[in-house]
């Protein structure tokens, strides 16, 4: 099979290293970036011929199209706002896409386009990343085990393994997705409905051993389209980003001050949006690319042969120094290549614009993670 990866950044060098190193399935993999000389960097660390770098701008949505060509699978590691004309191009062309996702509105217009994407034969599964995607996959692993599910509840954060004062937190993915997540609303099932819930509020308290004290909170997109897939079949349903004690209060301090508004305004006779300066302010003073965790928490209660059941699923992932990817590339990018393989080799459930967790089949899915040493830590209570 051939895969091509838009974009050459953190997670594309991800999926790329993924598709050479991990899949024996795939025979050559296509890179591409605005900026070529990434594309040709990432072909040149992870060192094979079996890779082809090339110059392509997203927004040039012809130029994306006939690169697709000829390609099997497009996993998509660009800004998400260019996930709509891609799936558009992805459908046009006959390959399938998939994305790492980060925003639900978007999402929604992808999946809007169900039926185009049947008619062409293919699989558009937006959101396939770490949190939306293999958590959602996880979830439905999980469910498998209960006759009847009443609450999932999903934890997940990147950490540095060094953290650093003032926010104990580096840069592990686009610093847009970090705002995105901290300032949309969160969707969640409460009471056995869907509803919104401000994002960096309900603070809770966690720990994983050999962690110092942990915090989990409200934050946008991790359900994705989970709500819309347990409505009425569960009353509680959540997701929660996981930071070192003490960061939700002091970025939330900031988003309070107006630092995340787009909103335009006048200093010293000039237009500057709030966001774009707090972004590139993040970017200069925040610490990037250090060893870090990924650490997943699920748990669930329900009903299990007429008794009450508590189930836990733990993933505690860290850099892997052999290779140099990270744990967020790791449980990000390879999760992406896994379900973009799937779908190439017609190992999927249905065809159309599908959520993943109705498209991706849990057990081959998990079988793929543990193949990679992402490994699940499965407990009852």
């Known amino acids: 099979m051939k895969i091509l990866v838009l974009g050459a950044g953190r997670m594309g060098h991800g999926a790329v290293f993924d598709l050479i190193h991990n899949s024996p399935g795939v025979e050559r993999v296509t890179v591409a970036d605005f900026d070529v000389k990434k594309a040709d960097a990432v072909a040149e660390a992870v060192g094979t011929s079996r890779v082809d770098a090339h110059h392509v701008d997203a927004a040039n949505i012809s130029d994306v199209a006939d ?22 191009a992805a459908i046009e062309t006959g390959a399938n896409f998939c994305d790492l996702g980060g925003n639900n509105y978007i999402v929604d217009e992808q999946l809007a386009l169900d039926a185009d994407a049947k008619a062409a034969g293919v699989n558009i599964i937006p959101d396939c990343g770490l949190a939306p995607g293999m958590v959602s996959v996880l979830a439905m692993h999980g469910v498998a085990k209960f006759d009847a599910v009443d609450e999932i509840h999903i934890r997940v954060g990147g950490l540095p393994q060094d953290p650093q004062p003032p926010l104990n937190y580096q840069l592990v993915f686009s610093v847009e997705g970090l705002i995105n997540e901290y300032i949309e609303v969160a969707r969640v099932i409460r009471d056995g409905k869907i509803t919104e819930v401000p994002s960096m509020t309900e603070i809770e308290q966690l720990s994983f051993e050999g962690f110092p004290p942990l915090e989990a909170f409200q ?16 009353n509680e349903l959540d997701y929660k980003t996981i930071r070192y004690a003490g960061h939700c209060d002091k970025f939330k301090t900031m988003i309070d001050l107006g630092l995340c508004s787009s909103d335009e305004m006048l200093v010293d006779f000039q237009k ?17 690319d250090g060893p870090d965790y990924v650490l997943v928490r699920l748990d669930f209660v329900g009903q299990k042969d007429g008794a009450t059941k508590k189930l836990r699923y733990d993933v505690v992932d860290k850099q892997d120094e052999a ?25 999927v459930m249905t065809r159309g614009a599908t959520p993943q967790e ?5 057990d081959k899915f998990v079988a793929e993670l543990e193949r990679r040493k992402i490994n699940i830590h499965e407990s009852t209570m």
Do not use: E
């Open 219 to 234: 934050t946008s997109g991790g359900t994705s389209t989970l709500p819309d897939t347990f409505l009425g079949k569960v």
């Open 67 to 88: 690169l697709m060509r000829g390609h099997d699978s497009v996993i998509s590691c660009v800004n998400y706002w260019y996930n709509v004309a891609l799936s558009k």
């Open 323 to 347: 290779t140099g990817m990270s744990a967020m590339m790791r449980t990000t990018a390879f999760p992406a290549s896994i379900i973009a393989q799937m779908m190439a080799s017609g190992d």
């Open 272 to 288: 500057v949006t709030p966001r774009k300066v707090f972004g590139d302010l993040l970017q200069k003073h925040l610490p990037a």
């Open 358 to 362: 109705r498209a991706i089949d849990p």
